[in-house]
């Protein structure tokens, strides 16, 4: 069965470009998160859509931010402007429903972004 | 102060050795609890939940203390593909998932 696929997988950019990082979560999971992880702060949560709807989008860090989730197979991450201080690891999850899986996220690889 | 907050190691221990670490966290009403390993540059997995009798998954050992607010891992008979970052989870409601920093674990031939 194919994982969680983001793409892309590396992305080197400058200070003030947009940035726009996607992801394909499993089929049938019903939620799908977006983490950043830095060595600083560890891995932190940015956003989450149940059901394509964005439920909790308090980890996102500022305007420049934005995320979508136009249906059950897609979403993306969005930075514009993009600042060296957004360079980390970005990872997409999903997990199916039911609260007994709560703790069940499976992650893509992530994609490495790095902003000069 | 942080949600979840571990030992960041490294723990270097030898093949075939025993090598446990905690982590505790801040929520008393954290409601479950879980470890994921994550190898350098790749993603984290799920390596375990964490039951509040204690649980086993053959060469690890996973134990909750709720009212010290920490969990454990315990690794037994070491491996050197056992060298990874393990990753601390809690369950804050039923959504948020919480991660802990990570304690690296490096096992040597």
């Known amino acids: 069965d194919a994982g969680v696929i983001q793409s892309p997988r590396h992305e080197v950019t400058e200070m003030g470009q947009e940035v726009t990082l996607r992801c394909k979560p499993i089929s049938g999971h019903d939620y799908l998160f977006w983490y950043r992880q830095t060595m600083m702060r560890g891995l932190e949560l940015l956003i989450y859509?149940?059901?394509?709807?964005?439920?909790?989008d308090s980890g996102m860090p500022e305007d420049r931010f934005s995320a979508k989730m136009p249906n059950a197979s897609f979403s993306t991450l969005k930075i514009q402007p993009s600042e060296p201080r957004d360079s980390a690891v970005y990872f997409c999850?999903?997990?199916?429903?039911?609260?007994?899986?709560?703790?069940?996220?499976?992650f893509g690889e992530g994609s490495r972004l790095t902003v000069l | 102060r942080k949600e979840v907050e571990q030992d960041p190691g490294p723990f270097n221990v030898p093949e075939g050795a025993t090598v446990a670490f905690n982590c505790t966290y801040s929520?008393?009403?954290?409601?479950?609890f879980f470890w994921y390993r994550q190898d350098c540059r790749k993603e984290p997995k799920l390596l375990m939940s964490v039951y509040s009798s204690g649980n086993e998954d053959g060469r690890f050992t996973a134990q909750l203390n709720r009212a010290s607010q920490y969990i454990s891992l315990l690794i037994r008979d070491s491996k050197l593909s056992d060298s990874a970052t393990y990753l601390c989870v809690v369950r804050l409601n039923d959504y948020k998932l919480s991660f802990g920093a990570g304690t690296t674990v490096t096992v040597r031939a």
């Open positions: 859509f149940n059901n394509n709807v964005p439920i909790d």
């Open positions: 929520n008393s009403a954290s409601q479950s």
């Open positions: 999850a999903s997990r199916p429903s039911g609260r007994s899986r709560a703790g069940e996220l499976f």
